[in-house]
């Protein structure tokens, strides 16, 4: 898979940072039907209304972004790192990427 922003991390590293309990914040930037319909927790945050959310996110936290298949993520740490956060990352392929290797049960909309 090609890469999709400077900051991406694979499915298999979100799914360690995940079963080792570490101390991050998982985003979710797409819609909330697409939410709904199947997710692996995190904050839902839609793309749309990021730029209104900055302020309540902590600039200094690590945080993992992911959609359905990395695009709107990918744009959503760029805009995050454009506003002096230094610790966010890029799931790279989204949920399509986790349900193909990591989770088939997980329903995307």
Known sequence: ?????DWDISVEELKELLDRGEGFQL???REEHEYE???IGGELIPLGQLPEKIASLDPDAHI?????SGG???HAVK???AHG???VWNV???LLAWVDRIDAEIVVA
């Open 1 to 5: 898979m090609s890469q999709q922003s």
């Open 37 to 39: 319909a199947g997710q």
């Open 64 to 68: 993992v972004i992911h959609c359905k």
């Open 27 to 29: 985003v979710d930037v």
């Open 92 to 94: 790279q392929g989204g």
């Open 72 to 74: 709107r993520s990918a």
């Open 85 to 87: 956060f230094t610790n």
């Open 79 to 81: 805009l995050l790192r």
